[in-house]
């Protein structure tokens, strides 16, 4: 086999002896692979090792990305910060959005959602390490962000997305976890249809899983270390 499907199989396992630990049953966390900044080669080797969802961050590399890679059936997600004016190849071409933080951004995505496609799935982005994080709602306006978003025709409201801040302290990102999936129970209480919680990256996934999160977003523990940077792709 090759690395990326040696990667994605040792993923696989911390995924679900976790979902064991935590008594939440086989496949109680998705498995999104983050492919930014790495070749559309690689999500080839991956998808021949049986991944299907890709998360990308850039709008002009996902595209090309998805142009090399139209033979194959697969479900991308966006995950990157979104700005106005590039939300209609998102809305054309994505299967999920996961940082919806301005309903302004909602709005455009249900406008430019091609009625042909199925609703657009999104979460609302929540903060929630306080000031370390410049993305994302603060948590109280959380619910309110994702009824606006619910009641937009063409997409999906599914949960909540968080990127807490770096910890190497589990009970820490635990805390932060927690939070969002409180979110998440009083959005229910309050009649909303939310299923999702997508939280947990290379480094922390067991503590989002054990926190109850549904989809979780790896990139480095698949493909290996980054070829650029956030500042660099997006200048
Ligand atoms: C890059 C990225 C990830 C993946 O992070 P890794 O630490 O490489 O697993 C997950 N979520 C978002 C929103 C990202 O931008």
């Not at 993923?11 to 998705?30: D, F, N, P």
């Not at 619910?143 to 949960?159: E, S, T, Y």
């Given at each position: 086999?090759?690395?990326?499907?040696d990667a994605l199989q040792a993923?696989?396992?911390?995924?679900?002896?976790?979902?064991?630990?935590?008594?939440?049953?086989?496949?109680?966390?998705?498995l999104?692979?983050?492919s930014k900044t790495f070749p559309a080669a690689d999500i080839r080797a991956a998808h021949a090792a049986g991944q299907t969802a890709f998360g990308e961050s850039y709008v002009q590399?996902?595209?090309?990305?998805?142009?090399?890679?139209?033979?194959l059936a697969l479900e991308w997600h966006f995950i990157g910060p979104i700005q106005s004016n590039k939300t209609r190849p998102i809305a054309s071409r994505f299967d999920w959005v996961h940082g919806i933080e301005r309903e302004?951004?909602?709005?455009?995505?249900?406008?430019?959602?091609?009625?042909?496609?199925p609703p657009l799935n999104v979460c609302v982005q929540v903060n929630v390490s306080g000031e370390a994080s410049k993305h994302g709602v603060a948590p109280e306006q959380a619910?309110?962000?994702?009824?606006?978003?619910?009641?937009?025709?063409?997409?999906?409201?599914?949960?909540f997305m968080a990127i807490p801040e770096a910890t190497g302290d589990p009970a820490r990102q635990r805390?932060?976890?927690?939070?969002?999936?409180?979110?998440?129970a009083e959005a229910r209480r309050a009649g909303l249809d939310l299923d999702t919680l997508s939280m947990g990256m290379s480094d922390d996934l067991e503590a989002a899983i054990l926190e109850g999160a549904t989809m979780v977003r790896?990139?480095?523990?698949?493909?290996?270390?980054?070829?650029?940077?956030t500042k660099e792709a997006e200048t």
């Open positions: 086999m090759g690395a990326i499907a993923c696989r396992e911390r995924i679900e002896s976790t979902c064991a630990e935590a008594g939440r049953g086989t496949g109680c966390a998705r999104i692979a983050v590399e996902a595209q090309e990305k998805l142009d090399a890679l139209a033979d302004k951004i909602a709005r455009r995505l249900a406008e430019q959602r091609p009625p042909e496609l619910v309110a962000l994702a009824r606006a978003v619910a009641a937009l025709p063409r997409l999906r409201a599914r949960g805390a932060r976890f927690r939070l969002l999936a409180e979110l998440l790896v990139g480095g523990a698949i493909f290996g270390a980054r070829r650029y940077t």
